[in-house]
């Protein structure tokens, strides 16, 4: 069965302060991992896709890697507006295509 | 681009009525529909994978008759809370599958809250 495992579940950081969020996973046969952004009472919102070892993205403050076993979500220079909820989530290949989601990291960043 | 739009987005109903919520894909054609239900706290469950002309597929646990889910063009799927129940008052999202752009990526509606009383 399919996993992901997100950590930490919450990370408080002031604004500018650098960090990293984890998403570890496993999967029979990965299709693409991706990441959303939610913000309370809305539907995720796309970020990223990644689809193989070695990968990375950015946009803006936002950086995503990607390697056999774990994806990283790297955010530089923090602004209180990137404050949400970051979902990582894993589509397997094969016919019946899903995704698997992780229960997500709540980030609070601080003016 | 990629938008996927969802109504109502919040509906208050009475124990026992039957509730529809309507996902569309705005400006892309979407073989592919999906609905998720998401608690407090917690992340997307999902529910069915929907695909167009075709009877949806449910996840292990969701009941077929309960939530009737329709896909009758590519670009509109539908759900119905059959029945309602306080126990089924939940925030219910719907993505799209888009082919077109990132491979395939699915897009969010905004969600649908829905309280049974």
């Known amino acids: 069965e399919d996993q992901v495992t997100q950590s930490p579940e919450a990370l408080r950081l002031q604004e500018g302060e650098s960090s990293s969020l984890n998403c570890s996973y496993t999967v029979s046969g990965l299709r693409g991992l991706f990441w959303y952004r939610q913000d309370p009472g809305k539907g995720p919102e796309f970020l990223f896709t990644?689809?193989?070892a070695g990968e990375e993205k950015e946009k803006e403050r936002l950086k995503a890697t990607l390697t056999k076993k774990e994806s990283f979500l790297h955010i530089t220079a923090p602004k209180p507006e990137d404050s949400a909820t970051y979902l990582c989530a894993v589509g397997r290949g094969g016919s019946n295509y899903k995704l698997t989601f992780g229960k997500g990291t709540l980030l609070t960043v601080n003016p | 681009g990629a938008v996927v739009s969802q109504h109502p987005s919040r509906v208050i109903c009475k124990s026992g009525t039957s509730v529809k919520i309507e996902c569309r894909s705005l400006?892309?054609?979407?073989?592919?529909m999906f609905w998720y239900r998401q608690f407090p706290k917690q992340s997307l469950m999902l529910m069915a994978t929907s695909n167009e002309g075709s009877k949806a597929t449910y996840e292990q646990g969701v009941e077929k008759d309960k939530f009737l889910i329709n896909h009758a063009s590519l670009t509109l799927s539908t759900l119905t809370v059959t029945s309602a129940h306080p126990e089924d008052s939940s925030f219910y999202i719907c993505?799209?599958?888009?082919?077109?752009?990132?491979?395939?990526?699915?897009?969010f509606g905004p969600g649908t809250r829905l309280t049974v009383l």
């Open positions: 993505s799209a599958d888009n082919t077109i752009g990132a491979l395939d990526t699915q897009y």
């Open positions: 400006d892309f054609q979407a073989t592919t």
């Open positions: 990644l689809y193989s």
